[in-house]
């Protein structure tokens, strides 16, 4: 009677280390990492407040400029990952002669193999990232590019100070695209 008390005891306890690890097993799964995860920033510049919210893809051993299907020359990138970047400025700015009044935008870029890019401030706002409206674009801006930068593995967007106002950079890959702007 021991031996069988014994034999029980000890299934029972194997049942509840069991049913322990895969519980903390399925509690790890949910905590890992977004492949893109959401990432923001806010500045002040020149009297601006700006703010950007994005989804930030990696590279992962990819070719991403031209190689990814909603990559390719030619198209218009989401500028991110997953939900529509959201780009905010409480005060108009000034885009190489392009003005981009106070509010909330979405950024997309037009992507070129010969380098010349397109930063696109556009009206619509809250959708998913491909969802993209040409005829609610406000601007497109000339991007000045570069592609012979050390690899940046997850995409940023920054915003800094430059000049008589800032710049506003996307770097992803081996690329950094830059928008230069002054507050009006």
Known sequence: MSI????IRAAAALAAVTVVSVAAEAQGAQRQAPASPRDSLSVAIAGADIKV??????????????GLNDMKWGMVWRTGANQATHFTT???????GKSVPAGTYTLFTK?????????????????????????????????????NNPVQEMMEITVKPAGKGGELAVL??????????TVK
């Open 4 to 7: 069988t008390r014994s034999l």
């Open 53 to 66: 919210n994005y989804g930030r893809p990696s590279k992962r051993g990819r070719v991403i400029f031209g």
């Open 90 to 96: 409480s005060k108009a700015l000034d885009f190489s």
């Open 111 to 147: 992507i070129e193999e010969n380098g010349k890019w397109e930063l696109i401030i556009n009206k619509q706002t809250g959708q998913w990232g491909t969802a993209y409206d040409a005829s609610q674009d406000l601007v497109r801006i000339p991007m000045t590019v570069t592609s």
């Open 172 to 181: 992803w890959d081996n690329y950094k695209a830059v928008a230069a702007f």
